[in-house]
């Protein structure tokens, strides 16, 4: 007689990545990050280690991982650029939670789902740096520019989706 097992779509289809590329790659978009917009200014408008902390929580689909590996890409980012320690630590380690959580729910496989995903973490990125900002520094200069963050999540969410799948080609199932 056949057993049925049920197990949540979470132990199904986590996903695990060697070391170098759990390593290299979030350090390789912190790098880009902070050194191509020195000589290209319009590349500023990217944010890869935004990009590659979604891929990563929403692929590995566990919250704890989400929320560290969006802490610590946050706050090399933050070192390696004139922000105050910890803006993008915190922004990023809420993305990587909710990211997480939604790859549990979600078929984040799904080109679709991709885009919206991006698009829409994007634009929380960017309230929760304005909140940040504004709130807990208290720079009542700091303003977002809405038009600007929706162009903003466009662009990102363009440069994701090619990066999304070369990324894809290195995951290993658990």
Do not use: C
Request: charged residues 15%; positive net charge.
């Amino acid at each position: 007689m056949a057993t049925r097992s049920f197990t949540s779509r979470r132990e199904l289809e986590q996903h695990s990545f060697p070391s170098a590329v759990a390593l290299l790659v979030p350090l390789g978009a912190i790098l880009l990050q902070a050194l191509l917009p020195r000589p290209f200014p319009r590349l500023a408008i990217l944010d890869l280690p935004l990009i590659v902390t979604i891929f990563f929580a929403v692929s590995r689909r566990n919250p704890v991982a989400g929320t560290l590996t969006g802490a610590a890409i946050g706050l090399l980012q933050d070192a390696l650029t004139a922000q105050p320690i910890g803006v993008n630590g915190m922004a990023k380690s809420v993305i990587g939670y909710i990211a997480a959580s939604i790859g549990i729910q979600v078929d984040v496989e799904n080109l679709t789902t991709r885009i919206l995903i991006n698009f829409g973490f994007f634009l929380i990125n960017s309230f929760l740096l304005f909140l940040i900002n504004r709130r807990l520094l208290g720079l009542t200069n700091f303003h977002i520019y809405w038009g600007h963050e929706f162009i903003r999540a466009a662009i990102n969410t363009f440069v994701a989706i090619p990066i999304f799948f070369l990324l894809d080609n290195t995951k290993r199932n658990e």
